[in-house]
């Protein structure tokens, strides 16, 4: 089994800060590509920021200078660096990571989500 467990979220007035974090654990041979994802209320999710292996990154354009995404190979775990937050930042802020496993191939799975509330 895999599990992805996120945690950092909570509430922050805009213009604050907050870290989010992502741990993969279970029987892995490989994470590839890891991801945050977010979705707000009544709208689709969206991605926000992706890291490859080797730690070329990808943001949405609205979190540009934001935000920085991060990961630690060795601890297999997911980090986004969130600041000068925005009331349109709210949402669920959902990790996903391409992981390969014996037997199953690779395949993407998804944390359990973390809530992201800033306050104007």
């Known amino acids: 089994q895999v599990q992805l467990v996120e945690s950092g979220g909570g509430l922050v007035q805009a213009g604050g800060s907050l870290r989010l974090s992502c741990a993969a654990s279970?029987?892995?041979?490989?994470?590839?590509?890891m991801a945050w994802y977010r979705q707000a209320p009544g709208k689709q999710r969206e991605l926000v920021a992706a890291?490859?292996?080797?730690?070329?990154?990808n943001y949405v354009d609205s979190v540009k200078g934001r935000f920085t995404i991060s990961r630690d190979n060795a601890k297999n775990t997911l980090y986004l660096q969130m600041n000068s937050l925005k009331p349109e930042d709210t949402a669920v802020y959902y990790c996903?990571?391409?992981?390969?496993?014996?037997?199953?191939?690779?395949?993407?799975?998804w944390g359990q989500g973390t809530q992201v509330t800033v306050s104007s």
């Open positions: 890291i490859t292996t080797s730690g070329n990154t």
């Open positions: 279970g029987s892995i041979l490989s994470i590839n590509i």
């Open positions: 996903k990571a391409d992981i390969t496993r014996s037997y199953y191939g690779t395949r993407g799975y």
